[in-house]
């Protein structure tokens, strides 16, 4: 843990493809902090630079120019392997097609992540089993993916996220594929690992419905924050 609350430092990200012969500035010099315990929503149209912005900050891509610190340890400078070891450590994901494996159980969904870090497997059953009622599929834990709703399938990823008891949560579009009352519930669920797990959520999301959960909202357009509010 950093010693001074900081989870994640952006300082003057910038992010240029080539596609063909045209560059394109997907980040124009992004600088921002995110506190431990925080929940922020990244929004903006289609193209501003959300998606780019959470490849980095969940160490998917690496910035052209500028650093990003997270816990402290600037990883922006970090090979592949080192890269794919903090995500597996430190972040979870959850994204919009929840990204089950089809005819497992919730469970053996949950359990994913710890096979590759080696878990025995007795630990990993049972950790799996704890997650999963902390996002309210107690009960649910035998059921195959095609037995479950989108609904609980999303909790079941939201579990996934985690098991490895990581610092940071990234959701991008997590209610996209749920109907309004659906997604309203996952909100919940990520709203109370919020406040009472602590744990620091970061929503990339177009729907005010879901950004109005967050406690901060920051603004892209054209690869730069235009705007910050807080709740």
């Known amino acids: 843990m950093s010693s001074n609350n900081n989870l994640i430092r952006l300082e ?3 992010k240029v493809y080539k596609v ?3 560059q394109v500035n997907a980040l124009r010099g ?3 902090t995110i506190k431990e315990g925080d ?3 990244i929004m903006g149209p289609s193209g501003s630079g959300k998606s780019t912005l959470m490849n980095i900050i969940g160490c998917l891509d690496k910035p052209t120019e500028g650093k990003y610190f997270l816990e402290e340890q600037e990883v922006s400078t970090l090979d592949k392997n080192k890269l794919a070891r903090i995500r597996n450590r430190k972040i979870g994901f959850v994204f919009q097609t929840f990204n089950l494996l089809a005819r497992t159980t919730a469970l053996e969904n949950t359990e994913l992540p710890l096979i590759y870090s080696n878990t025995p497997a007795k630990q990993a059953k049972e950790l799996a089993y704890k997650v999963l009622a902390e996002v309210g599929l107690k009960g649910r834990e035998l059921h195959k993916t095609n037995q479950l709703s989108g609904g609980e399938q999303q909790r079941v ?3 996934r996220s985690l098991i490895n008891n990581p610092s940071l949560v990234l959701a991008d579009e997590p209610t996209g594929n749920l109907d309004s009352k659906t997604g309203k519930e996952i909100m919940e669920v990520f709203k109370k690992l919020n406040e009472e797990k602590k744990i620091t959520v970061i929503l990339v999301t177009h729907d005010p419905d879901v950004s109005a959960f967050a406690r901060k909202r920051i603004y892209l ?3 730069q924050i235009i ?3 807080q709740a």
């Open 30 to 32: 992004v600088s921002y």
């Open 221 to 223: 357009k054209d690869g």
């Open 12 to 14: 003057n990200l910038k």
């Open 39 to 41: 929940m922020v929503a």
């Open 20 to 22: 063909g012969e045209t």
């Open 157 to 159: 990823a939201i579990a």
């Open 227 to 229: 705007k910050e509010e």
